[in-house]
């Protein structure tokens, strides 16, 4: 809201500047139109096309300067040049200027300011299902994101929109993200910015998510599949909170002990299941009467899927009973062969 502020006040100000010099209802009309076009210009343009604009125009003011310079050594020696001549130098000095200037525009300090900030910064968007989820404060405590959170207006309106909802799980949610962006905005070393560009032609808030980070040049911070889709076949960086989760479990390899807490029914038959405090499954083999108990595990194997990792497990003591067995059997073969 506050860029519109100011593109109001600049329209205002060049009417009152109109007024007082021309002293006509004429003038301050064409002044007014006159910088309403320009604002709208402004609006309908990318953010990265101003340094590719400014680029090209530094380019030519490079090229005309020594296009300048090498007429007036022309000039020295033989005053009567023709004027195709020096249009000739002013068109090329310009066009070569403009486009090395432009091949070039990373390179060039007096761009740095204009470009889409993300040369001098580390840009993360941050969609809804992030700031419902919570874990990306964790994660911002720790240190391990570094840069510029941004927070686009349009995410805050639909998480307003969730928070205000009749369903009470919905509200708590939205209630929830609202929250979690306070916390994120407490934490000493992080900054948090809230972009208000809005992209009106654009309904769907995940489209605008695209279309924001490649505006800044910034990456998505998501929990959502299919904005991670969208965005990885866009070319857009998607940092994923759940992908992070996963890869971040420790390794869990066969035949070590664990405990867990058996708490509820299999779908095989005489399964139990529990969980690990990171949320990773547990399948324990016979474990189906062991519901409400925690018991000591042997993991079996580890199956990674889409939806996370499982861990196959059997009790301690179904180990040692088949290593029994085991033992019952050999000495039993060898009686026979006595």
Known sequence: MQIWVVRALFVILFAMVAFLV?????????????????VALEFSLKRALFRDILACLVGISIGLAIAILVIHAIYLVKPEGSLPLHVGIVA?????????????????????????????????????SVLIDGRIADICQTGFLEGTIIIPRFVLKELQYI???????????????????????EIPDLLVEIDEEDF????????????IARDLGAKIITNDFNLNKVAEIQGITVLNINELANAVKPVV?????????????????????????DGTMVIVENGRQFVGQSLQVVVT?????????????????????DSEQDHQRRHSRGWQRN
Do not use: C
Request: charged share 25%; no cysteine.
């Open 301 to 321: 194997s580890v199956l990674q899927t889409n939806a996370g990792r499982m861990i196959f497990s059997r009790r301690k003591t179904d180990e040692m009973g």
């Open 92 to 128: 090329t000095f310009s066009y070569f200027g403009m486009m090395s200037v432009y091949r070039r525009r990373d390179d060039f300090p007096i761009l740095m300011l204009s470009q889409s900030r993300s040369a001098k910064h580390s840009f993360k968007v941050l969609d809804t």
């Open 200 to 211: 009106p032609d654009i309904r769907e808030v995940d489209a605008k998510l695209v279309e």
């Open 253 to 277: 390899l066969p035949g070590e002990l664990m405990t867990v807490r058996v708490i509820k029914e299999g779908k095989e038959y005489n399964q139990g299941v529990g969980y690990l405090d």
């Open 22 to 38: 021309g002293q006509s209802l004429s003038a301050v009309l064409w002044i007014t139109g006159i910088t309403m076009v320009l």
């Open 163 to 185: 928070a205000d909802s009749t369903d009470a799980l919905r509200r708590n949610k939205g209630r929830r993200g609202f929250k979690v962006l306070s916390i994120l905005q």
